[in-house]
């Protein structure tokens, strides 16, 4: 069984920055790609950004120069710094990696998401 567990959100004003993090826990022989998506109210859910295991990171056009992604490789934590936040990016953030579990098999998981609100 694989976990995985996001912290760090919470209110902050237009302009301001907030950190997240994603915890994977349990079973795990090796993590892949790890992302984050998140969805706003009435929207469906939507890519934000990923790193790969070697590093390489992609954007959603929507945060590309605002937002971080990043990764710990040894202690399995992903980080999403956040910058300039505006109030569109309001919504839950969830967590997802492909992880390959210690009986080989490779499957996705999802966090249970953490609530992100900007405004003044």
């Known amino acids: 069984q694989v976990q995985l567990v996001e912290s760090g959100g919470g209110l902050v004003q237009p302009g301001g920055s907030l950190r997240l993090s994603c915890a994977a826990s349990?079973?795990?022989?090796?993590?892949?790609?790890m992302r984050w998506y998140r969805q706003a109210p009435d929207k469906g859910r939507e890519f934000v950004a990923d790193?790969?295991?070697?590093?390489?990171?992609t954007y959603a056009e929507s945060v590309n120069g605002r937002f971080t992604i990043s990764r710990d490789n040894a202690k399995n934590l992903v980080y999403l710094q956040m910058n300039s936040l505006k109030p569109e990016d309001t919504a839950v953030y969830y967590c997802?990696?492909?992880?390959?579990?210690?009986?080989?098999?490779?499957?996705?998981?999802w966090g249970q998401g953490t609530q992100v609100t900007v405004s003044s």
């Open positions: 997802n990696a492909d992880v390959k579990d210690i009986w080989r098999r490779m499957n996705g998981y």
């Open positions: 349990g079973s795990i022989r090796y993590i892949n790609t």
């Open positions: 790193i790969t295991s070697g590093g390489s990171t």
